[in-house]
């Protein structure tokens, strides 16, 4: 996955996978096996090191995940810091770890809705094997099978013996990167039921046509996996009112839901930006339109708690770090997922959100004809790191 000029002088060597499994006969990349077998070990204690830190048997998937951030963030912060090549060790630890990330991330959301198996070695392996984790779209994983459970038994804080202890930073930094995977996984679920709600029930199929065929498909399908969607509220997580997190979502929802909230100057404003015809989805019907308004201003109060959330954990992240605060905070997708709903928002109403370059930390909204200061006041949610 690496950019192409990076991988450019690099030998790549591809292998028929000759495990006995699933990956038989596929292709495997088999280019660092060789390095990853030679440094497997210090891996492995770098892993027990960090696992050590925290509770002896795993009681939620949190657990696994939270070493799995550990070992990413170390070749990150050493690129921070030194700004030299990665060492092989490093370079192995992020390897093996990243293996990992989706599907553990899957098994967060899992737990979420009571759907996951208890934590442990034995089921992440299980929960691998049944979602094909080990087979890519191009190429499969190119480890043998027992170092694949090696690996998975020393993150569940077996298989291995502690020789050292991981530095109080790493489990701050860790903590941080949590706190701001939680964001995200709550975030994502929050902007899919405000999208299925904005296009099934608030404005409706019916009336809103799309001026493009493209958009006409995008509709269709976002119509059609909203409809797939189970009946429970995604909404209400009783689980997340005890996670560290869960004031930030209520913070959202009450923004979102609560009517007296709503800024009036900004629902005024939305409802003007029909006037001008550039839109990309019409909406034709007058009343539909004001609903609209209501939402956009509810959605963007409720989006921004939990943007300024993340920064006020990066800021904190930072400070930790003795990393330059004015440096611009970028959401990164695979922490903090692209907002679905703003996009319809945006299509419909004909103008996109971007920031104010003459007021710093202030929005507009523009397209390529004309621009508006957006009047709202956003609120400030408050988590300690």
Same mark, same amino acid.
């Given at each position: 996955?690496?950019?192409?000029?990076?991988?450019?002088?690099?030998?790549?060597?591809?292998?028929?996978?000759?495990?006995?499994?699933?990956?038989?006969?596929?292709?495997?990349?088999?280019?660092?096996?060789?390095?990853?077998?030679?440094?497997?070990?210090?891996?492995?204690?770098?892993?027990?090191?960090?696992?050590?830190?925290?509770?002896?048997?795993?009681?939620?998937?949190?657990?696994?995940?939270?070493?799995?951030?550990?070992?990413?963030?170390?070749?990150?912060?050493?690129?921070?810091?030194?700004?030299?090549?990665?060492?092989?060790?490093?370079?192995?630890?992020?390897?093996?770890?990243?293996?990992?990330?989706?599907?553990?991330?899957?098994?967060?959301?899992?737990?979420?809705?009571?759907?996951?198996?208890?934590?442990?070695?034995?089921?992440?392996?299980?929960?691998?094997?049944?979602?094909?984790?080990?087979?890519?779209?191009?190429?499969?994983?190119?480890?043998?099978?027992?170092?694949?459970?090696?690996?998975?038994?020393? *993150? #569940?804080?077996? %298989?291995? =013996?502690?020789? $050292?202890?991981?530095?109080?930073? &790493?489990?701050? !930094?860790?903590?941080?990167?949590?706190?701001?995977?939680?964001?995200?996984?709550?975030?994502?679920?929050?902007?899919?039921?405000?999208?299925?709600?904005?296009?099934?029930?608030?404005?409706?199929?019916?009336?809103?046509?799309?001026?493009?065929?493209?958009?006409?498909?995008?509709?269709?399908?976002?119509?059609?996996?909203?409809?797939?969607?189970?009946?429970?509220?995604?909404?209400?997580?009783?689980?997340?009112?005890?996670?560290?997190?869960?004031?930030?979502?209520?913070?959202?929802?009450?923004?979102?839901?609560?009517?007296?909230?709503?800024?009036?100057?900004?629902?005024?404003?939305?409802?003007? *930006? #029909?006037?001008? %015809?550039? =839109?990309?989805? $019409?909406?034709?019907?007058?009343? &539909?339109?004001? !609903?609209?308004?209501?939402?956009?201003?509810?959605?963007?109060?409720?989006?921004?708690?939990?943007?300024?959330?993340?920064?006020?954990?990066?800021?904190?992240?930072?400070?930790?770090?003795?990393?330059?605060?004015?440096?611009?905070?970028?959401?990164?997708?695979?922490?903090?997922?692209?907002?679905?709903?703003?996009?319809?928002?945006?299509?419909?109403?004909?103008?996109?959100?971007?920031?104010?370059?003459?007021?710093?930390?202030?929005?507009?909204?523009?397209?390529?004809?004309?621009?508006?200061?957006?009047?709202?006041?956003?609120?400030?949610?408050?988590?300690?790191?």
């Amino acid at each position: 996955r690496a950019p192409v000029e990076v991988k450019e002088k690099v030998p790549m060597i591809m292998k028929r996978c000759p495990y006995p499994d699933e990956r038989q006969g596929r292709m495997m990349n088999v280019s660092a096996l060789a390095q990853i077998t030679d440094h497997l070990s210090a891996a492995l204690q770098n892993i027990s090191a960090y696992r050590s830190c925290l509770p002896q048997v795993a009681v939620s998937w949190d657990f696994p995940y939270r070493v799995i951030l550990d070992q990413l963030a170390q070749s990150g912060l050493f690129l921070l810091r030194e700004g030299k090549v990665l060492p092989a060790e490093l370079a192995v630890t992020y390897k093996v770890a990243a293996g990992y990330q989706v599907p553990l991330r899957e098994l967060l959301n899992l737990e979420l809705d009571h759907k996951a198996p208890p934590p442990s070695a034995e089921n992440l392996l299980a929960y691998v094997k049944k979602r094909r984790a080990l087979v890519g779209r191009r190429e499969v994983c190119a480890a043998p099978m027992p170092m694949v459970i090696q690996v998975t038994e020393v *993150l #569940f804080g077996t %298989g291995s =013996e502690v020789t $050292t202890k991981a530095a109080p930073e &790493r489990v701050a !930094v860790t903590q941080a990167l949590m706190l701001q995977t939680w964001l995200g996984i709550i975030w994502k679920r929050f902007d899919t039921a405000v999208e299925g709600k904005l296009l099934l029930t608030d404005l409706g199929p019916e009336n809103l046509h799309p001026r493009t065929p493209h958009l006409r498909k995008l509709l269709a399908d976002r119509l059609a996996e909203h409809e797939e969607i189970p009946s429970p509220d995604y909404l209400a997580f009783p689980i997340l009112l005890q996670n560290q997190v869960g004031s930030v979502l209520q913070e959202a929802l009450e923004g979102f839901y609560d009517e007296t909230k709503v800024n009036s100057d900004t629902v005024a404003l939305i409802a003007s *930006l #029909f006037n001008y %015809g550039e =839109e990309a989805v $019409t909406l034709t019907d007058a009343a &539909r339109r004001q !609903v609209f308004a209501h939402r956009y201003t509810a959605y963007l109060r409720a989006y921004w708690v939990f943007v300024q959330q993340f920064e006020e954990i990066e800021l904190g992240l930072r400070n930790l770090l003795g990393y330059p605060l004015e440096v611009p905070i970028l959401l990164e997708r695979s922490f903090f997922p692209e907002p679905r709903t703003l996009r319809w928002f945006e299509l419909i109403s004909g103008f996109q959100i971007r920031p104010d370059q003459e007021i710093p930390g202030s929005l507009v909204f523009k397209n390529h004809h004309r621009w508006f200061p957006i009047p709202v006041q956003q609120p400030r949610a408050r988590l300690q790191v």
